[in-house]
């Protein structure tokens, strides 16, 4: 699958978590995203550096400001399951809009076509690093990572798509 | 003992039949656990990736340990779970272990090993967690090739974990499995805690 780009709509799936009584959901993204302006952002893996230091403090950090600016949702979705993903949200503990989805085997990431092999790295099947920019599920902005980078899927650079 | 072993055995899920290779044909056997088998055949090749930070991931480039090393000429107890951070997992199946190391030790044991399908930076988190890194060695058996040798993947998927592994322990010397649990069920916890393999020593 060629990976998502501006113009395209944005391809339903089914993603999990666990809601704050440890209640297990499946979520379906345009349930999340019908008929409103959301940031999806992927990241490689739970508990690894760029990810956990950088990526996703700067969503969360920022958040106030993209809700200013009309977004509805901003979520955070890697390769992991959900007991994964509820653990690492969990270390942040000042975290109140950012939500963090798992999409365990790989089967949105898929989807979008932003999938990466890191079986060298011990990690399987995963996502790119991305950010996307959705209105009312047609893409916006699609800012995605050629490799292990952190230079345009930042919070900073998707603010200045909207 | 020899009973108990045999009963438990009966009980599990896997029965016990060895896979063998047809003449004319080239095909990968896959031996199934059971007390007797060299856990380095039947785990050929195979690796596991120790439980570490993205850091130490990179500074040994991404270094693996194949199963000959953790397991040649040494006395091991290991126990497998279906995943980091879940509750069975994470409240009496690692605890068990946990709290019990000195008896460990004192029946000269070399080493207690967890190992899970999870990526070795998620069990490294999880290690920490739990406070059992400096007593339990956590590795990852990222890509499910360890239990799919030994038979004792998973399919979890109903629970959302996708391909997992069962929930089992076994004693090894030098390789050869010398006792062996599974549960009946990944969710269950009867025969795979530490106090049962304890009595297996």
Same mark, same amino acid.
């Given at each position: 699958?060629?990976?998502?780009?501006?113009?395209?709509?944005?391809?339903?799936?089914?993603?999990?978590?666990?809601?704050?009584?440890?209640?297990?959901?499946?979520?379906?993204?345009?349930?999340?995203?019908?008929?409103?302006?959301?940031?999806?952002?992927?990241?490689?893996?739970?508990?690894?550096?760029?990810?956990?230091?950088?990526?996703?403090?700067?969503?969360?950090?920022?958040?106030?400001?993209?809700?200013?600016?009309?977004?509805?949702?901003?979520?955070?979705?890697?390769?992991?399951?959900?007991?994964?993903?509820?653990?690492?949200?969990?270390?942040?503990?000042?975290?109140?809009?950012?939500?963090?989805?798992?999409?365990?085997?790989?089967?949105?990431?898929?989807?979008?076509?932003?999938?990466?092999?890191?079986?060298?790295?011990?990690?399987?099947?995963?996502?790119?690093?991305?950010?996307?920019?959705?209105?009312?599920?047609?893409?916006?902005?699609?800012?995605?990572?050629?490799?292990?980078?952190?230079?345009?899927?930042?919070?900073?650079?998707?603010?200045?798509?909207? | 003992?020899?009973?108990?072993?045999?009963?438990?055995?009966?009980?599990?899920?896997?029965?016990? +039949?060895?896979?063998?290779?047809?003449?004319?044909?080239?095909?990968?056997?896959?031996?199934?656990?059971?007390?007797?088998?060299?856990?380095?055949?039947?785990?050929?090749?195979?690796?596991?990736? +120790?439980?570490?930070?993205?850091?130490?991931?990179?500074?040994?480039?991404?270094?693996?340990?194949?199963?000959?090393?953790?397991?040649?000429?040494?006395?091991?107890?290991?126990?497998?779970?279906?995943?980091?951070?879940?509750?069975?997992?994470?409240?009496?199946?690692?605890?068990?272990?946990?709290?019990?190391?000195?008896?460990?030790?004192?029946?000269? $044991?070399?080493?207690? $090993?967890?190992?899970?399908?999870?990526?070795?930076?998620?069990?490294?988190?999880?290690?920490?967690?739990?406070?059992?890194?400096?007593?339990?060695?956590?590795?990852?058996?990222?890509?499910?090739?360890?239990? +799919?040798?030994?038979?004792?993947?998973?399919?979890?998927?109903?629970?959302?974990?996708?391909?997992?592994?069962?929930?089992?322990?076994?004693?090894?010397?030098?390789?050869?499995?010398?006792?062996?649990?599974?549960?009946?069920?990944?969710?269950?916890?009867?025969?795979?805690?530490?106090?049962?393999?304890?009595?297996?020593?």
């Amino acid at each position: 699958m060629a990976p998502i780009a501006v113009g395209d709509v944005l391809p339903d799936g089914t993603l999990s978590c666990f809601d704050a009584e440890d209640k297990l959901h499946k979520v379906s993204v345009h349930s999340l995203a019908a008929g409103k302006k959301v940031i999806i952002f992927g990241v490689p893996g739970a508990f690894t550096p760029t990810c956990s230091l950088k990526h996703v403090p700067g969503f969360i950090e920022r958040a106030g400001e993209l809700k200013s600016k009309g977004v509805d949702e901003i979520i955070c979705i890697s390769v992991n399951d959900p007991f994964v993903m509820k653990a690492w949200a969990n270390t942040y503990l000042e975290n109140k809009d950012v939500k963090f989805l798992a999409d365990g085997s790989a089967t949105y990431t898929h989807a979008l076509g932003l999938e990466l092999d890191l079986g060298d790295k011990g990690l399987g099947t995963r996502s790119r690093r991305f950010a996307l920019l959705v209105e009312d599920l047609k893409v916006k902005a699609a800012n995605i990572e050629s490799g292990g980078e952190f230079t345009v899927s930042s919070a900073d650079d998707i603010l200045k798509a909207l | 003992m020899a009973t108990n072993i045999l009963r438990r055995a009966a009980s599990s899920v896997i029965t016990s +039949k060895t896979g063998s290779l047809l003449t004319g044909t080239s095909r990968r056997s896959y031996a199934s656990v059971a007390v007797g088998i060299d856990i380095v055949s039947a785990a050929h090749g195979v690796s596991l990736q +120790k439980a570490r930070s993205w850091d130490e991931g990179v500074s040994s480039n991404f270094s693996t340990t194949s199963v000959k090393d953790i397991f040649k000429g040494k006395k091991v107890v290991i126990f497998g779970l279906p995943g980091a951070y879940t509750g069975v997992c994470s409240q009496q199946h690692v605890p068990s272990y946990s709290k019990n190391i000195d008896k460990f030790k004192a029946k000269g $044991i070399d080493s207690v $090993i967890c190992v899970a399908v999870n990526d070795p930076y998620v069990m490294n988190a999880w290690a920490c967690k739990l406070t059992a890194k400096d007593v339990i060695d956590f590795y990852g058996d990222f890509d499910g090739s360890f239990h +799919k040798s030994l038979e004792l993947g998973k399919d979890l998927s109903a629970a959302l974990l996708g391909p997992r592994s069962q929930r089992w322990s076994a004693y090894v010397v030098d390789g050869k499995v010398k006792a062996f649990n599974v549960e009946g069920a990944p969710s269950d916890f009867k025969v795979s805690g530490a106090e049962v393999i304890l009595e297996q020593i």
